[in-house]
Structures are given as structure tokens and as C-alpha cells.
């Protein structure tokens, strides 16, 4: 009954706030005059018995508020009214309020892109249900790889999984009419999709009833992209045949958008079934023992099976596949791991990085933090004379420091739901990047519910955090204090902590800015040096004929038609041919081991050093612009008929003959046995990376070692657009079931500048981040001295200081603070550079541009942080403060 | 003036219940009633009286009607509710044990205890 009145009189007073005031006024009044009418009657005259009775009754105003607080309802209204208080005050100082607001909505942003990957990646790697029993099994710690017939013994036999799956990576020719394109894909064992409970989008999904022996099943099932890019969401391909690698496949199914396959960043195109392998590899290895192509074995572990239990089972039938073929089942042995991040492979560098980034995103936060902190201990510095008045006047100092949070509160929001939508932003450019568009590499992150939880929770916390800053400072008013002298206590007692929390960030700054710019300079520079061929100029095509289903003789055969369609192309200078390029996407898998001309054990470990090899046709040199130094490059005429001959690099020589003339027409053995004479020397050039030291080189003419791999390589002035035009009419004259990826040189070269390049631009991004947290830092540093030493600027002004002088004793401290920090950073910066100089080729902090782009970058930051402060500091009227004061 | 007392903490209310028990009173009237059965002995701001007040309503203790005053002027008169009059009971009878209490603890002598 009770507790219904109080309620009924809270909402009553909620509703009606305007009437409720009023009849507290009337009330009070009443009493008032009642009181009056006494006085009056014991003689007073009316007036003067008005002004004593509302002397007696105290503190009108104060006693309203308590009253009104009294009644209930209070907490929602005086909410409202420091909403709408602290919204009028952020809309006036518009400039600390945006200032604010990013430095925040960067914390915030950090921390929600860092937060939605570790979701995305440790928590949900592959978004399946019941994800957190499934494993792959491992083999003795080092590869999930098996052969076909193992994976079906481990299948058949084991007791312990729901379902044992495997798939394999799957590269083809995607036919559907015209224009073929090179697809990626899994090939996948008939299980594997019920084993992982997908169900389809469209259509059916492969079964293990579909498996009745090799090349049963000649289905294909899209991934949802592949149907949504290549086929424009048609539901009509349901049933219709495409060609994969000219063998015809028909596409039944289509799984649904948010299944990317079973290894995170690679998303397939395609599905085809294992048992179908042959038809578009060319070669059956289904039942070949030796041969582990399957990449990896995963299943759900049955209800009640520990980890342990299924090893043990596992290692009993490796055990007997150890006894029953001793050939191929080395020491079997196995363990689990998670599928989606490829075991450790990949899971612990991305556990590694992604802890490195939280760190750092909650560095960035608390930075942020601390700086808001002072700007806020700047602005209740400001008001000190309007808190005092209030304190004065009845306000209870909790109602202030209500208010002060409820401001910190609203700029806190403000700058997480900024930095929550700057972070959608970039996860949604994330997901749809791909820094190598020749592979199925794809970085799916979307923010979840959860991202948003922790967003939130984040912001309330930072925003009590650094709302906390002042509350000191208000607790300590002294209402008279403030009133009489206009300053609550003497400056230069800052909390050395916060300068030194500052000057850290700056140095943090300036290493960043550093490091930055000579990664920038580095960057610049590699493009435009030696690479011992000249990618400017020229155009690649690059195929496998493999894709086209050409085999043994056919290979070199369509090389030679291809070469010479090209060389009919008017404008073209030249058309070389090579297995791979330098410094190009096949870079580090192509050395070969190398033996000297008297060495007879050919194993691997007796070599004399591993050689990048390159198959090249005969103008190779003349189209990759590689200068000859001595002898003679390929003809036609060195085929395998002919004896066999190597083209060497200098440093080839040097470390086999010793010295590079006496090279010519010496022998060096390869694995095969073969001896081989060198018959010329191209210069020396960069292979696999951009800052590797000089590496041995071999050349061997095409003929003598054909492989279906090509690359071809067009020298022409003419315009690239142009040319790739008439290259692809010409290249679909010889096959137009070929799919060619034809590109710049330069864009060839992306793989090798893409750790360069990625360094840079992270770089760069840290760097503008801490250049942003280091003006708010100074801003509000410089703004809090301002206003605190105001009167006295206005004194020195009035006794006739110069403007230099007064900026100097308003920002004196700011400017030495950035000094430090500067060259602090800056030292840092050059000998973090020496690190930076292993990824970014020719990164040196030697270099007088660089230091000087530093120091006016630096310089700039302290200009933009200080610019404000100092025009009030200069905008202080001496004679308008003498007579606020 | 300075032989008034000044009030404990949370004996207003206590005081707002008995001067309204014997009938229904403006803001002004219980003041000046307290002031009469207290004979003048206790400091009561003015003022502090209407939050003291304004809680009660809240609490269901008292209730309130706007009337006509004596002096021929609007005001409010309040009056006790069921649950006021118990609550007076309970908290006039809970003040004279205590009272009882420190009473008799300070007149204690030395030989009794």
C-alpha cells in the first residue's frame, strides 16, 4: 500500500514536474506569508516583515531542491537536465568536443576491430556449430597430411570420431561457356559435409553415398560467393554442366554464405569429391600409399571421448599401418589439434599477433584515457568560478560531480559509437580485401554481439575513467576561496606522473613518425634500384598448362605456338618464357641443390649449395632485360637431343669455380645426375626477396627441362591496357579454354613488396594514431596551464609583457615536454630502423630528408596541439580579468 | 535565542507526527505548534521543514489537501494517515526507551553499578 503511494507520487512528480514546482513555490510562499502576517501583526510594517520572514526561512532555492528531491522522482529528472546541460555546454566548445570525441572513438575503435579478430579467429574460427569438438588429426606434431588409403583405414577403423572427414586444396580451370578463370577448391571426402552438419543453400551437397569408386561422382558444389560472382545468383545452374580443367563436372548444390571451408583465410571456390581427383588431375593417386595428398583429416570426437582416449585409439591402428606397410608409415604417431588455424601453424602466430595488437589497443585507449583526463581537469579548471558560485549557492558537491560524469558519460558514448562505426567500416573493407587476388585469401570479419558488449563496456569504463580525473579538483572547492581569489591554489604542482605519461606518448610518436618515414623513403627508393631485370616496360601472362589438360610432349609444343602468336604482335620487342619470375608469387619454392662435377653421392645434404633455377625459353634474357656478362644464351637447337647446358650468375661462379671467367665450360651435376655446362653468365639480380644478399642462379633451357608452368614475359613500349588486350585475342587464338592472368610486371612484383609495403602503411597508421593522442595530450596539457595561470598572464600583460613573453610562460612547460619526447623518439626511432631495414629493402635512417620530414612532422604536432591555447593565451584582456576577479 | 536546542538528526519527523495528531495544520501552523508544545525550546529552520514534510507524504505517513488558512489564505494543511498514527506510536514509545536509557546511564552513581 505504502510502496504503491510512493510510486504513484514518484510518477505523479515525474509527469507533472512543471505543476509539482509550482505548488512547492506556492507552498513555500504560503508559509512565507503567514509568517509576515505575525510579524505584521507584532508591529513590523508590511514590507519590512516580508523581507524577515523570508530572512528566517534560509535558503529558498535550497530548500525547494530538497524538497523537490524529497518527493521522489528526482534521479530521472535531474538526469534529463544534465543531459540537456552537458549537450548545451559540448555544443559551445565544439572544438574540445570534436578533440575529444576522436580521441576516444580511436581508443574505442582499436580495441573493437582488435576484439571482433580475436573473435573471429580464436574464439569462432570456423562459425560451425558445436565447433569446439572438432579436430583434426595431427601426425607426430609436424603435418596433418595423409595419403588416400591411410585416411580411409583411419576412417573405417577408428572408434572415437562421429565422422572422420577429410578434404585437400584443389586448383582448376573454371569453364562455364567462355572466358575460363583459374578456381581454387577443396576436394573434399564424401563425409565431409555431414560430418560437419552444412546444409546446403541451393540444391544438394556431396554425400558418401555419391562415392561408388574413382571418378563416380562427377559433381561440383559452389561456394556462395563463387555462385553469387560467377553466375550471378542464378538459381538455374542447379543441374548444368561447367568443365573443370576441360573435364566436364555438373554443379548440384551451392552451401551457404557464411561457410568459407575449413581452414581459415582460404576460402575455396569450389567443392568437387576426393574419389573424382583423377579427372582433373590428370593422374589417379587415390591409391597410391606414398603419395600424402590428402592435407588434412578432421571429425567431431564422439560424446564422452576425451582427447586422450581418441589418441590412443588413433595410435593403434598407425601402430599396425607401421607393421603392414613399413615402406611408406613411418613413425605414426598422432595428436589433435584445431582445424580452422591449421594447428600451431598458424594459430600461434595470430594468437602472438593478435595479443600483440590488444596490448597495443589498450595502450592506445588508456593513453587516450589519460589525455581526455587532463582535458577534462582543463574545463573544470575553467569553471572553478561557476563551481564555487554553486557550491555557494546550496549545490551539494555530489550533484556537481553527477553532472561532471554525466558529461564524461555523454562524450564517451559519443566517441565509442564512432569508433564502434569506424570499426564496421574497416572490418567490412578488411572482408572484402584481398592482397593477393591470384589465391582464394580472404579475411572474413564481421563485429557480433559480443563486439559490441565489450565496445560498450569499454566506453562506460574509459568514460568513468578519465571523468574521474577532476573529481578532486571539485571535492577540494572552496566556494570562498575561488570567489575572493579567483585561483584555488599556486601552479607548477602538477602530478609529474601525467608529464611523464605525456612525454612517453610523444616519444612513442616520434619513433613511429620516424620509423614511418624511412620506411616510406625505403619503399620509394627499392621500386627505382637494380633488380638485375627491368620489370618497367613489360607485361606477364602466366598460366599451367596443366589447366588446359596438356600432358608430356604437347607442353613445349603449345609454349612454342603461344611464343610465336605473341611475337606477331606489332610494338613488341621481344616474348620470353619462364617457369617462374623473380621476385614473383612462385619466389622461395624454386631452388634446386647443386653438386660439383666430381661429386658422386647426389642426396639431399650433400650438395655444394641450393641454386634458384629458372627454365627459360631463349629470349628470356633479352624480355626480362638480365644483361648477359659473358658466353652465349639458349637456342632452339638445346633440346633433349642436345647436350645438357646452364646459363650461371656471377655468384654461382664465384662459389663453385671460384672466379667468374674461368666458369665458362665448366660442369656441375643436379639431382638427376646429368653433368651440365655452363655456356654463359647473366648478371646477378634479386630472386625471392627484396633484401636478400646476392643468391647462387642457374638458367636451363626449356627444352631440356620442360615443365607446364609459364610465364611469359612481353617487352613493349606500348600501353599496358592495350597490349593486354591484344595478348589475351592472341592467347585465346591458341586455346580459348586456357586461363591466363595477365598483368604489369610491376603489379607482378606485388607479393615481393607486400611485406614492405604493409610494414610502411602500418606504420604509417601507428603513426598518425599516436600523433593524434599526442596533440590531444599537448592540447589539453597546454589548455589546463592556460586557464590555470590566467590571472597571472593577465597581471604580466598589464605590466607590459611581450607576446613572446607570454608564450613562453603559457606553454613553456608544453613545448619542453615536446622537445623531450621528440628526441627521444627520434633516437629510438633510428635504431628501431635498423630492425625495420630487414623487411623494407634499403630502409635507412641515414638520410637527411628523413630526420628532417621527422622533425617537422613533430614540429607540426606541437603547432596544431598548442595553436588554441596559445591564441587564448594571447586573447587575454588584462583590464576585462582585473574586473572579473 | 542560544538556550534553544538544536535538533537531533531524525527528530523532525518525530516532532511533524505528534504536531499534526491533533489535527490537521498548514507548514506554518505545525511549525508554530511544535514552537508552542515544545514551550519555544528547540531551533527548527524554517525551511528545513518542507523536505521533512514532503518525505512523509512519500512515505504514506501523512496526506495532503490545499484549504483556506485562518488568515484567509490558500495553504496546505496535512493530516496523519493510518500509517502515520502507528508510526508515532511506535517511534513515541522507541524515543522514551531511549530516553529511559541514556537517561538512566547518566544519572548512574559510581556505588550502584
Not at chain 1, 570534436?98 to 572513438?105: E, I, M, P, R, S
Not at chain 1, 569553471?383 to 561532471?404: N, T
Not at chain 1, 566556494?479 to 584555488?488: A, D, L, M, R, W
Not at chain 1, 613488396?753 to 593522442?773: D, I, S
Amino acid at each position: 500500500m505504502r510502496l504503491i503511494d510512493s510510486l504513484r507520487v514518484r510518477i505523479a512528480a515525474l509527469f507533472h514536474r512543471s505543476e509539482l514546482n509550482a505548488e512547492i513555490e506556492e507552498e513555500l510562499r504560503s508559509h512565507i506569508q503567514h509568517r509576515a502576517d505575525d510579524l505584521e501583526r507584532s508591529g513590523l510594517n508590511h514590507a519590512e516583515a516580508e523581507r524577515r520572514a523570508r530572512i528566517e526561512f534560509g535558503g529558498h532555492e535550497k530548500f525547494k531542491e530538497e524538497s523537490r528531491e524529497a518527493l521522489g522522482g528526482t534521479l530521472i529528472e535531474t538526469t534529463f537536465q544534465d543531459v540537456r546541460f552537458s549537450l548545451r555546454r559540448l555544443r559551445k566548445s565544439p572544438g574540445f568536443t570534436a578533440v575529444a570525441v576522436v580521441t576516444l572513438a580511436l581508443g574505442i575503435g582499436a580495441n573493437a576491430v582488435v576484439f571482433s579478430a580475436i573473435n573471429a579467429f580464436l574464439l569462432h574460427p570456423l562459425k560451425l556449430s558445436q565447433e569446439e569438438s572438432l579436430y583434426a588429426v595431427w601426425r607426430a606434431n609436424v603435418t596433418s597430411s595423409e595419403s588416400y588409403p591411410d585416411y580411409l583405414e583411419l576412417r573405417d577403423r577408428n572408434r572415437s570420431f562421429e565422422s572422420l572427414a577429410a578434404y585437400s586444396v584443389a586448383m582448376g580451370a573454371l569453364d562455364m561457356g567462355e572466358n575460363p578463370s583459374r578456381a581454387w577448391g577443396n576436394y573434399v571426402s564424401g563425409n565431409y559435409f555431414d560430418a560437419l552438419g552444412i546444409r546446403p543453400y541451393l540444391g544438394r551437397l556431396i554425400h558418401a553415398s555419391d562415392e561408388r569408386g574413382p571418378n563416380s561422382a562427377p559433381f561440383v558444389v559452389l561456394s556462395y560467393a563463387c555462385w553469387h560472382n560467377k553466375f550471378q545468383d542464378d538459381r538455374g545452374v542447379m543441374g548444368r554442366k561447367v568443365l573443370l580443367n576441360k573435364q566436364p563436372f555438373t554443379i548440384i548444390g551451392v552451401v551457404p554464405p557464411e561457410f568459407h571451408g575449413t581452414l581459415l583465410f582460404f576460402n575455396p571456390d569450389f567443392y568437387l569429391p576426393m574419389v573424382n581427383q583423377e579427372q582433373t588431375d590428370g593422374v589417379n593417386v587415390l591409391n597410391a600409399r606414398e603419395n600424402k595428398w590428402v592435407f588434412m583429416v578432421m571429425g567431431h570426437l564422439k560424446a564422452g571421448v576425451t582427447q586422450a582416449q581418441a589418441i590412443a585409439d588413433l595410435n593403434s591402428i598407425g601402430s599396425d599401418l607401421q607393421k603392414n606397410y613399413p615402406k611408406y608409415d613411418g613413425n605414426m604417431k598422432f595428436s589433435l589439434a584445431r582445424p580452422g588455424l591449421y594447428g600451431d601453424y598458424l594459430g600461434r602466430p595470430i594468437r602472438a599477433f593478435l595479443g600483440g595488437l590488444m596490448l597495443l589497443a589498450g595502450l592506445i585507449l588508456l593513453a587516450a584515457c589519460a589525455n581526455l583526463g587532463s582535458l577534462f581537469a582543463a574545463r573544470a579548471a575553467d569553471r572553478s568560478r561557476e563551481l564555487a558560485l554553486r557550491v555557494a549557492l546550496g549545490a551539494s558537491r555530489i550533484r556537481l560531480l553527477r553532472q561532471l560524469f554525466t558529461e564524461a558519460l555523454l562524450i564517451s558514448l559519443m566517441g565509442g559509437a564512432v569508433g564502434v562505426w569506424g570499426s564496421i567500416v574497416l572490418l567490412t573493407w578488411l572482408s572484402a580485401w584481398n592482397p593477393f587476388p591470384r589465391w582464394p585469401v580472404g579475411v572474413t570479419v564481421t563485429p557480433e554481439a559480443n563486439v559490441y558488449g565489450v565496445a560498450l563496456l569499454l566506453t562506460l569504463a574509459s568514460g568513468f575513467l578519465f571523468g574521474a580525473v577532476p573529481v578532486r579538483q571539485i571535492l577540494r572547492t572552496d566556494p570562498y576561496g575561488v570567489i575572493k581569489s579567483g585561483s584555488t591554489r599556486p601552479v607548477g604542482l602538477r602530478i609529474p606522473l601525467r608529464d611523464l605519461l605525456l612525454v612517453a606518448q610523444i616519444a612513442i610518436c616520434a619513433v613511429l613518425v620516424t620509423a614511418s618515414f624511412v620506411a616510406v623513403r625505403g619503399l620509394l627508393r627499392s621500386l627505382h634500384s637494380n633488380f638485375g631485370f627491368e620489370p618497367r616496360n613489360a607485361i606477364l601472362a602466366d598460366t599451367d598448362l596443366s589447366l588446359g589438360a596438356y600432358r608430356g610432349d604437347q607442353v613445349p609444343e603449345v609454349q612454342k605456338r603461344i611464343l610465336e602468336a605473341l611475337e606477331t604482335i606489332p610494338g613488341v620487342e621481344s616474348v620470353g618464357l619462364s617457369d617462374w619470375t623473380p621476385l614473383g608469387q612462385d619466389a622461395d619454392s624454386k631452388d634446386d641443390l647443386i653438386f660439383d662435377n666430381e661429386a658422386a653421392d647426389l642426396r639431399q645434404g650433400k650438395e655444394t649449395f641450393r641454386a634458384d633455377m629458372f627454365k627459360i625459353s631463349p629470349q628470356y634474357f633479352r624480355a626480362a632485360g638480365t644483361a648477359m656478362l659473358l658466353g652465349r644464351t639458349f637456342t632452339w637447337h638445346d633440346d633433349s637431343s642436345a647436350p645438357r647446358v646452364a646459363v650461371i650468375n656471377p655468384e654461382f661462379a664465384r662459389r663453385i669455380f671460384g672466379s667468374v671467367t674461368g666458369a665458362m665450360g665448366q660442369y656441375f651435376k643436379m639431382r638427376e645426375g646429368a653433368r651440365i655446362q655452363v655456356v654463359g653468365v647473366a648478371e646477378n639480380g634479386k630472386y625471392d626477396h627484396l633484401t636478400e644478399d646476392p643468391k647462387p642462379a642457374a638458367y636451363l633451357p626449356i627444352l631440356q627441362s620442360p615443365t607446364g608452368e609459364t610465364w611469359l614475359l612481353i617487352r613493349s613500349g606500348r600501353d599496358p591496357q592495350q597490349l593486354a588486350a591484344s595478348i589475351r585475342a592472341k592467347l585465346r587464338d591458341v586455346d580459348a579454354g586456357l586461363p591466363f592472368i595477365i598483368e604489369t610486371w610491376y603489379e607482378g612484383l606485388d607479393t615481393a613488396f607486400f611485406g614492405p609495403r604493409l610494414a610502411t602503411q602500418t606504420l604509417g597508421v601507428m603513426g598518425v594514431m599516436g600523433a593524434l593522442l599526442s596533440i590531444t595530450g599537448i592540447f589539453g596539457m597546454a589548455a589546463y596551464s592556460v586557464s590555470k595561470r590566467k590571472k597571472e598572464l593577465g597581471i604580466r600583460m598589464a605590466l607590459g609583457a611581450r607576446r613572446k613573453e607570454v608564450l613562453q610562460a603559457a606553454l613553456g612547460r608544453a613545448v619542453k615536454l615536446l622537445a623531450f619526447g621528440s628526441a627521444g623518439g627520434l633516437l629510438l626511432g633510428i635504431l628501431a630502423s635498423r630492425v625495420l631495414a630487414l623487411i623494407v629493402f634499403q630502409a635507412t635512417p641515414r638520410d637527411p630528408m628523413v630526420l628532417a620530414a621527422a622533425v617537422l612532422a613533430m614540429a607540426l604536432v606541437g603547432l596544431l596541439a598548442t595553436w588554441i591555447p596559445a591564441l587564448r593565451a594571447l586573447s587575454i584582456d588584462p583590464i576585462q580579468l582585473l574586473r572579473e576577479e | 535565542m542560544n538556550d534553544q536546542a538544536q535538533l537531533l538528526p531524525g527528530t523532525l519527523d518525530l516532532l511533524i507526527l505528534r504536531a499534526v495528531s491533533i489535527g490537521p495544520l498548514h507548514g506554518y501552523g505545525i511549525l508554530l505548534r511544535i514552537g508552542q508544545i515544545s514551550g519555544n525550546a528547540l531551533l527548527i529552520e524554517q525551511g528545513a521543514l518542507y523536505p521533512g514534510l514532503f518525505r512523509l507524504v512519500r512515505q504514506g505517513l501523512l496526506k495532503a489537501s490545499w484549504g483556506t488558512s485562518e488568515n484567509n489564505r490558500r495553504a496546505k494543511f496535512y493530516e496523519l494517515t493510518t500509517a502515520g498514527r502507528k508510526r508515532l506510536r511506535e517511534e513515541t514509545a522507541n524515543w522514551n526507551r531511549l530516553v529511559a536509557a541514556i537517561g538512566s546511564a547518566l544519572s548512574a552513581q559510581p556505588e550502584e553499578i
